[in-house]
Each structure stands twice: as C-alpha cells, then as structure tokens.
C-alpha cells in the first residue's frame, strides 16, 4: 500500500508538472507573450536603437567576415570574407526587426530569412570557387556542411534574441503598470492627506459645541455632512472641472462660517465660460484651506477671502486672496507639517498632470494680505467646450 501510495503521488507530481510545462519553451515554438496595440505603441518608445549599438552590429559584422575568410582556403579569403560579411548584415537586420517586435510572426519569418541567406551565400561561394576555376576546394559536401552551420547559427540566435526580448518586454510591461498603479494610488493618498486637518478640527468643535450644548453644533453637523457628501466621491476621479472644485469650495466654505460667524467674508468671482476647466482635485481646496489658516484665522477682526479668476491666451489664472498677514519674509521656524505637505502635494499633482503647462506660486499682496495664484493650461478646444 505504501508503494501504491508514493508511486500514484509521484505520477500525479509529474502531472502537475507537466501541465507546468510552456510548450512554447520546449519546443522552441517562439515568444510566448502577446501584446496589445496600445502596449506595441507604449514599447515602440523604447525599442529605438542607440548609435552605439549600431556601430557594434556593424564591427561584429566585419568580425565575423573575417573569421569565415579566416577558415578558407588562401584563395577563397576574399570570397569568403565579402560572403561573411554580407551574411552577418543580413542575420544584424533580421535580429534588429525581432528587437523591435519579438513576435511569433516575425520569428518564423526570420527563420526562412535564415535558410535562405544560408542558400545564397553558399552560392556566393560557389560562384567563387567556378571563377577562379577551384570548383575541387568547396565542394558539395562542404557546401552542404557550411549551409547546414549558418541555418543552425541563425535560428538559434534569432530564437534567443526573440524569447529573451519577448520575456524582456513584458516584463518591462508589468513594471510599467506596477508604476502606474503606484502612482495613482500617490495621487488618491495626496488628495487624502489634505482633508484629515480640516476634519480633525471640524469635529473638535463639533465636539465642544455638543458638550457645551451650543447651538452652532446641529449647524455645524449639517453643514459637514453636507460637506463630505457633496465631496468626498469626487476625490476618486483623476481630475474635476473647476466649477465642481469650486462647489466642495463653497461647501467648506460653509463649515467654516459656521466655525468662524461674522469674522470671515467671501467672495467668488468666477466666471460660467471657465467652469468646464480641469485640474487634479482638492487643488483649489487646499489654498482656500491654507488661506483660512494662516490668512483668515491669525487676523484680528473680520477677514476677507476672494476667489477670482483672470484669463490669457492659453492659461487661466485662479487667484486665492486674502488679507490676512501675508508670508514671513524669512521665516525662522519650519512651516508647519500641514501646510508644506499640501502645497507641496498640489505642485507635484500639477506637474504630474499638466508638466510645466500649470504652476502654483505665492506672494504678498500690495495692499497686505498672501495671493495664491494657480496657472492652469486653457487651450481654444477647452474654451470651445466651455
């Protein structure tokens, strides 16, 4: 029973790892990794090849001219020079068409490429040997054999080169997913470490209203619920109109004249035709929030917070201003976690998404008070669309 019992557990492990099996590999049937168009057109950024390459095709062609003059009789050198040569530059060329697309279709091809490159050039040798009338030193059986050699180099090579760029390729193809994937998910966790400040502090005086039985607190809690039911599922997507940022705008602008009553006046001036404009989301929120902290709430007495918006030929400029203090001028203390990290999280979304078509910078205004100023690309389609 103990022999039946190993003898059927190593039958089925030898199943199991002949289903393993890639025939592809086993068989030399060619790469087994099948791209879509989209992901040849991703590749085909990557599959040029560099001039130090080329001049090393070409020296190694030369190299092995003179190894196949090398092997020939005295005679026969220059022949079989001009003969290897031409035959290296036709493998070169082959093996460069299976770097640039390793496919079964084009290995098959390389493959008849092969034979008849390795028929033409023992007939090159051939005509040689007629001409110079030394039919006795390549004969038949050498021909054959020298053919035989060259189909069996060729294949083999070009099958290399196929499976290893294949396998190389995709490979590339999946780190470059992993990436994108990662970065996505940086982009969703940027927008994320923006709104944990403003929660913290919302639900801080949420808490303090209810204990102390303030009435602001039922207003409060309206408001943020309205608040994150209006604008936490647009912080999923990759971009928001700069009317929907400025709707999740307009509803934390609300919690906080509830925080802050009378003390905090607004005004957004916003035109309808630039509503349709993208950007990455929680952009706007983010200065709106830091102009409420350091510009809003440091200030003595009411504050004014304006949203104003100026367009040029192909950029829109979306201004925070308020009249709070303004920068320091040189700061002696770190900024504060909080602040860096949003500002820095929107510049790196920007050029993530716009490169240097977007920029956000800040400055004092004339008159006291910081602008935060956003330059967003506004091209003719966009402003049609709007």
Known sequence: MGMTRRLKARLQQAWDDAKALDWHVVFMLGPRHKFSEAQWALL?????????????????ALLLGVLAAWQMPPPLQLGGFVVGF???????????????????????????????????????????????????SIG??????????????????????????????????REHEQQQQALALAQQLSSAQIQPHFLFNS??????????????AAILLDALTAYLRATLPLFNRQLLSLGEEL???????????VRLGQRLQVQIEVPEAVASV????????????????????PKLGSALLRIETEQQDQSLLVRVIDDGPGLPEAPAQPVRAGRGVGLSNSRLRLAQTYGEAARLSLRN????????????????????AS
């Not at 054999?145 to 060259?150: I, R």
Request: hydrophobic content about 55%.
């Open 203 to 216: 639900l801080a005086s949420l808490q303090h209203w209810v204990r102390s039985r303030d009435e602001r």
């Open 247 to 257: 709707e999740a705008v307009r509803q934390y602008l609300a919690v906080m004249q």
């Open 44 to 60: 085909d950024q990557r599959s040029a090849i560099t001039a130090s390459v080329k001049l090393c095709a070409w020296l190694n």
């Open 278 to 297: 993208q950007l990455p989301p929680a952009l706007m929120l983010t200065l709106v929030e830091n102009a409420i902290e350091h510009g809003v709430v």
């Open 140 to 173: 038949k059986e050498e021909a054959g054999q020298l053919a035989l050699d060259l189909v069996l180099l060729g294949v083999v090579g070009i099958w290399v080169l196929a499976m290893a760029r294949n396998e190389m390729l995709a490979g590339w193809l």
């Open 86 to 136: 031409l035959m290296a530059l036709a493998l070169l060329w082959q093996a460069a068409r299976l770097w640039r697309r390793p496919t079964m279709r084009t290995l098959y091809l390389g493959y008849v490429w092969v034979c008849v490159m390795a028929f033409v050039s023992t007939f090159l040798m051939g005509m040689f040997s007629g001409a110079l009338r030394l039919e006795e």
């Open 365 to 384: 205004a004339e008159l006291g008070g910081c602008i935060a100023e956003l330059q967003l690309p506004w091209s003719p389609d966009t402003r049609a």
